[in-house]
């Protein structure tokens, strides 16, 4: 499938929203959707598409928002993108549609803080277990020594 009829297959889809498509330069396709719809999304890609692998799940402290963008591959790259509020930012899991999600999310959580919500298991996947600091991938991060220098 390419971008146009991905669009159009999740626009069918999920009747009430607006999204939008950007087509990347490299074979890669990023759709945008609002949060509450990522589950029914990726359940109509898996049941009624091609679409099926899920590379990876990555994430970006952005301006005012955190940004989590689902990779999958089909042929080409397909990316969902979803924008979530900076301040205690959340999301449904999706790992009972897609199981190997659990290690991507769990990741997520340590390195942006973000819950997702209905996760079995969020435990500690990188951070040693006595970690104090923020999500290290937050923008406000700072090592310990840094802390010290700032506030001293």
Same mark, same amino acid.
């Given at each position: 499938?390419?971008? !146009?009829?991905?669009? @159009? ?6 009747? !009430? ?31 009624? !598409? ?30 969902? *993108? ?7 930012? !959340? ?9 190997? @999600? @659990? ?34 991938? *937050?923008?406000?991060? @700072? ?10």
């Amino acid at each position: 499938m390419n971008v !146009s009829q991905i669009l @159009a297959f999740l626009q069918e889809t999920l009747p !009430s929203e607006r999204l939008e498509a950007q087509e990347m330069p490299i074979n890669e396709q990023v759709i945008s959707l609002p949060p509450q719809t990522l589950r029914p999304a990726v359940q109509a890609l898996l049941e009624q !598409s091609d679409v099926y692998h899920l590379s990876t799940i990555t994430g970006q402290d952005m301006d005012g928002q955190i940004e989590l963008l689902y990779h999958f591959w089909h042929g080409g790259g397909l990316t969902l *993108r979803i924008s979530l509020p900076r301040q205690e930012p !959340s999301i449904d899991t999706i790992i009972d549609l897609i199981p190997g @999600a @659990a290690f991507y999310e769990r990741e997520i959580v340590e390195m942006l803080g973000v819950s997702f919500l209905g996760h079995p298991d969020p435990q500690p996947l990188l951070l040693p277990e006595d970690w104090e600091g923020s999500p290290p991938l *937050r923008r406000e991060f @700072a090592l310990p020594e840094e802390r010290e220098e700032e506030e001293g």
